[in-house]
């Protein structure tokens, strides 16, 4: 049965706009893990590609995130041919694959080729100002990218969703901001923390204003007051951190860029020594009838 395939010319005459938003954030494996390079890969080809891309393109694409279709397995080391998404493209070249497979090993001119004939196209282009218009880089998608790249683990449900112990930042909020007014000895100073520690019981005689535990802001205390940063170290951070960013995306173009090169420079050599044979097989047929000729008027 024929492939059902999407014209695919560059841009996208059908894109879908917006497009469907894929964050650092949704990569499937963590920081730690020895491919999540080419997860981040991944990730920053869909947001080039994008907004070239239809509907179906774009489901299939986060589908194969979500699937950790850019896990390279040690037999497909080197070897394109080997990978899954290799054999999955012969068989039906869609758009989403080619861009993932792209992003892992680079152009391949073989599989370039069979693109080329089932799309128009080959060319993978950088839309990634466009991603960016749609899905802004702003207030807490900003701070998820950040946290992602930085840290490499993305929130999960329970960071996100699990409301902090109240209970345990009250005592120990009380410890740390216990303050006595003048305390006769060592020995009533550790019997007021204890009483902050001890559970509430309903029949308990009033405390005398001498001995009352007064809870001082967060604020005053000297360990929160190191912890707190200024906005200025803030903006200073979030600089830095979309530089990183920035540099990434950089970086892995300017390695398309130069295999793109070593592709257009093997076709060079190519066409070179296809050029030497056709002249060589020429001089080889005039050798031929010269021999010829020679037999026959020695």
Same mark, same amino acid.
């Given at each position: 049965m024929a492939p059902n395939l999407v014209t695919h010319p560059n841009p996208c005459p059908n894109p879908n706009i917006p497009p469907l938003r894929l964050e650092i954030e949704d990569i499937p494996i963590s920081k730690n893990h020895p491919q999540y390079s080419h997860a981040v890969a991944a990730i920053t080809a869909y947001w080039r590609q994008a907004t070239n891309m239809a509907l179906s393109d774009q489901k299939e694409y986060r589908d194969l995130v979500a699937s950790s279709a850019f896990i390279v397995p040690k037999s497909a080391e080197g070897t394109p041919s080997q990978h899954k998404l290799y054999k999955a493209i012969k068989n039906n070249p869609t758009w989403a694959r080619y861009v993932m497979f792209n992003a892992i090993y680079g152009k391949v001119k073989s599989l370039a080729e069979h693109v080329k004939t089932a799309h128009g196209s080959d060319v993978i282009g950088n839309f990634f100002d466009k991603y960016?218009?749609?899905?802004?880089?702003?207030?807490g998608l900003? %701070?998820?990218?950040?946290?992602? *790249?930085?840290?490499?683990?993305?929130p999960t449900k329970k960071h996100a969703d699990a409301p902090a112990s109240s209970n345990s930042a009250v005592i120990s909020f009380g410890k740390l901001a216990i303050k006595s007014e003048a305390p006769e000895s060592k020995s009533q100073a550790l019997s007021q923390s204890a009483k902050v520690d001890q559970k509430p019981k309903p029949m308990v005689a009033?405390?005398?204003d001498e001995n009352k535990l007064v809870l001082l802001p967060r604020s005053d205390s000297p360990l929160f007051a190191r912890a707190s940063k200024t906005p200025s170290q803030k903006a200073a951070e979030t600089k =830095?951190?979309?530089? *990183?960013?920035?540099?990434? /995306?950089? *970086?892995?173009?300017?390695? /398309? =860029?130069?295999?793109e090169k070593r592709g257009k420079?093997?076709?060079?050599?190519?066409?070179?020594i296809a050029e030497l044979n056709s002249?060589? %097989?020429?001089?080889?047929? *005039?050798?031929?009838?010269?021999?010829?000729?020679?037999? %026959?008027n020695p």
């Open positions: 960016c218009k749609h899905h802004p880089w702003r207030g900003k %701070k998820h990218r950040r946290e992602s *790249i930085v840290e490499g683990q993305p009033p405390v005398s =830095k951190l979309d530089e *990183i960013l920035r540099q990434l /995306v950089l *970086i892995r173009e300017h390695q /398309v =860029k130069e295999t420079t093997e076709a060079r050599v190519e066409g070179s002249r060589f %097989k020429v001089v080889e047929e *005039i050798v031929q009838l010269l021999l010829q000729l020679l037999q %026959k």
